[in-house]
């Protein structure tokens, strides 16, 4: 999946403290440290205390058998203790080390996963601990079990599609929406000649390939750019549309899990769609990527929770990447410019802060599902930390799929990871300067500036709609609401979009947390649709 820019610079100020704690000169105590693998769960463990006791940020910086680094943070609890676990799959030897703010050298030590025993390696900090711990072999899996380390067995070979070949007699024609629809077959691969490429492209038409279950929408560009590609051997199009089988789906499925730390299940079959030229004369080239997007949609059954669906590109090693959400019909739509494989899932992401019984629980796991709101780590959300304007601004950016747009904002440098959300808010008219070139970017919200923002976005999703100025409650602290911001405190409140911090007080210039943000951006999403 795509690192959002949350999760990015995670990555940057932990690999900087690692990179101070080389040079710093204070010893650390790390005691009772192991690390080791389960095979029957996947999952490497590492444990032990912080002689500093409660409270205290430890991290974790893991060097994987394939190069990868794979990076934590979590608080230590009664006594010091502290747990780490993560999903692992390939074979090889970790490379642990431990750290502590504004402590000295890493504490290392390792194990090994799917590879034989060999004697435990020794904990090697730089200063003389009261205890050296060493970490815990891995056992070995018995060759041929089923429960073996290491990536799933390879799947059964998914089967040859049968070809047909897409013809002008065989479409059905909608002149009103401009496209032709071809019936397509699952494990089909459809060769569509340049000359009805080029009629198609040449009357603005696009194609749909519709099955029982999917439709991939070709736009008359994107025919024109397949055209162009295939009139240059006077050959054709073809696209091809097979199921993966049921093997090959769960191990996809795995590997997902493992990557994602969340729950996922499956609410279609896993699709694979391919796209390549024939020439004339029979050579094949594939096209791995497309200048103009193409729509996909699968239709989801067997869901449990509508709320946390979304269609995803699934990679070979279990990477997933969001590309849209579920509409009417259980029908999950979104665009994208390659092919491979694609999915329904739901996506359940739970965090340790934010448990099943918190008022904010529905929210976040709603919002992290759409890919909208990520923890501050794999297992902690920090409901109760602020948040700045930039970063209000990019949650609504998200939840309504903006882009483009510019900003000429003295403050919003365009280093800055913000820099193209507050570009594209300004362009929608979501947000607006605090001076004639200014925003206050990393300043953190009031709750009567939020209400602004998000009462422009809900305009942007309902153009037509004029909020009921009937429903809108009195708050007791009214005249505490800025003057430019009570039309948005009284609408805001009368969709729903935000509810005071008591029956009857708003807090106005209060600031925001971060599950207060969830919620928020969850109500867009319901507001007004009754």
Known sequence: M????????????????WQALATASETVWFTNVTASADISTK??????????????????????PGGQLFLDSITSGDGGAF??????????????????ENSDTPYKTSFSYGQPASAPPSATPSAKPSVAPSATPTPTPS???????????????????????????????????????????????????????????????????????????????????????????????????????????????????????ADLKLASDIYEFKAKLISAGGAETPVTAFAHPVTLQLKASGLAAAKLAGLYYISDTGELEYIGSLSAGNVASGQTDHFSKYAVLEYRKTFSDVPAGSWAYDAVTEMAAKHIVEGISQREFAPGRQVTRAEFAALLVRALGLGGGSAAFTDVPAAKWY???????????????????????????????????????????????KPDAAASPVFKDQAAVSIWARDA????????????????????QGTTTRA?????IANIGNAGND
């Open 2 to 17: 795509k690192k959002s820019i949350p999760a990015l610079i995670l990555i940057l100020l932990l690999s900087t403290f």
């Open 43 to 64: 999952q490497a463990t590492v444990t032990g205390k912080v002689a500093s006791g409660a409270g205290q940020l430890v991290t974790l910086k893991v060097a994987e």
């Open 83 to 100: 747990t780490f676990t993560w999903n692992i799959s390939a074979e090889g030897k970790y490379e642990v080390q431990l750290g502590v």
């Open 143 to 261: 060759p041929g079990t089923g429960s073996g380390s290491g990536p799933p067995a390879s799947p059964a070979p998914t089967p040859s599609p049968a070809v047909v070949r897409v013809t002008e007699d065989k479409l059905a024609m909608n002149d009103a929406l401009k496209e032709a629809t071809f019936t397509l077959g699952t494990s089909t691969e459809a060769r569509i000649p340049a000359a009805l490429l080029d009629k198609l492209a040449q009357g603005g038409s696009g194609l749909n390939l519709a099955g029982a279950d999917f439709t991939l929408k070709l736009s008359a560009r994107t025919l024109g750019e397949l055209l162009a590609a295939a009139s240059k051997s006077s050959g054709e199009a073809v696209i091809s549309v097979v199921k993966v089988p049921p093997a090959g789906s769960e191990s996809l499925l795995a590997l997902a899990k493992q990557r994602e730390f």
């Open 419 to 465: 820099a193209d959300e507050v570009a594209a808010a300004y362009q929608a008219g979501i947000i607006k300067g605090t001076g004639t070139d200014t925003f206050r970017p990393e300043q953190t919200i009031s709750r009567e500036e939020m209400a602004a923002m998000l009462v422009r976005a809900w305009s942007i999703l309902h153009p037509q709609t």
């Open 489 to 508: 405190v009284s609408t805001a409140a009368g969709l729903g979009l935000m509810k005071g911090r008591s029956a009857s007080a708003f807090v106005p």
């Open 516 to 520: 207060e943000a969830a919620q928020a």
